[in-house]
């Protein structure tokens, strides 16, 4: 049963620091996103790619977050410096970015920014 | 300005009964409406698609309407169950690729015996 996982899934840091979180895609999916979710604003959709290429980062800011993919089995978001705002459930999910397709979720990390 | 909305307060109903959730859009042209499944702690787990020349789709004792000119889908689960308890999210997607998808808050369904 192919999934996709992220680690850490629980991550608790101080302000300032930086937050690495991970992703690994369904083998064979090219379309991997970033999602932020809060109680307030919902799911976000932070960045997303095709082919390891990034797509669209219009969602993320720019000053702290960076993301990207150095395979095909990985990819990554960073934030530096973490502030307590950032503090959210951040979700990847792959895809085949094909019409009709659908997103698959990871279990998402939990952050945490004291 | 974009908006999705669906109702942010929880529905409460009893087992056996149908259970609706609306999911309402203005300023969107979707392509395809998606209807995901997220249980607490976990990712949105999808459940169906629906695209728009489609008027309903069914799958077991779920079924999804899409009105493209009330801008609105309704999402039924018939014969609710506890087990059907969960957030449900509804997804535009403009592009039919899964490439952008903009998702709606999420309405809470509780199912009590």
């Known amino acids: 049963d192919a999934r996709v996982t992220q680690t850490p899934r629980h991550k608790v840091t101080e302000m300032g620091q930086e937050v690495t979180m991970r992703c690994q895609p369904i083998?064979?999916?090219?379309?991997v996103f970033w999602y932020r979710q809060t109680m307030m604003q919902g799911l976000e959709l932070l960045a997303y790619?095709?082919?390891?290429?990034?797509?669209?980062d219009s969602g993320m800011p720019k000053d702290r977050f960076s993301a990207e993919m150095p395979d095909a089995t990985l990819a990554t978001l960073k934030i530096q410096p973490s502030e307590p705002r950032d503090s959210a459930v951040y979700f990847c999910?792959?895809?085949?970015?094909?019409?009709?397709?659908?997103?698959?979720f990871g279990p998402g990390t939990r952050l945490t920014v004291l | 300005s974009q908006k999705i909305e669906q109702n942010s307060e929880a529905l409460n109903i009893q087992e056996g009964k149908t259970a609706t959730l609306t999911c309402n859009y203005t300023?969107?042209?979707?392509?395809?409406l998606q209807w995901y499944r997220q249980d607490p702690g976990r990712g949105p787990v999808f459940l169906l698609l629906?695209?728009?020349?489609?008027k309903e789709k069914r799958k077991e004792r779920l079924k999804v309407t899409f009105d493209t000119t009330l801008k609105q889908s309704l999402f039924h689960i018939t014969a609710s169950q506890p087990a059907d308890s969960a957030t449900y999210l509804c997804a535009l997607d403009p592009t039919g690729t899964a490439s952008k998808l903009t998702f709606g808050t999420g309405t809470r369904l509780q199912v009590t015996l």
């Open positions: 790619f095709r082919n390891r290429a990034p797509l669209d």
């Open positions: 629906i695209r728009e020349n489609e």
């Open positions: 300023n969107y042209s979707p392509a395809y």
């Open positions: 083998l064979g999916h090219n379309t």
């Open positions: 999910a792959s895809g085949l970015g094909q019409g009709g397709d659908t997103q698959y």
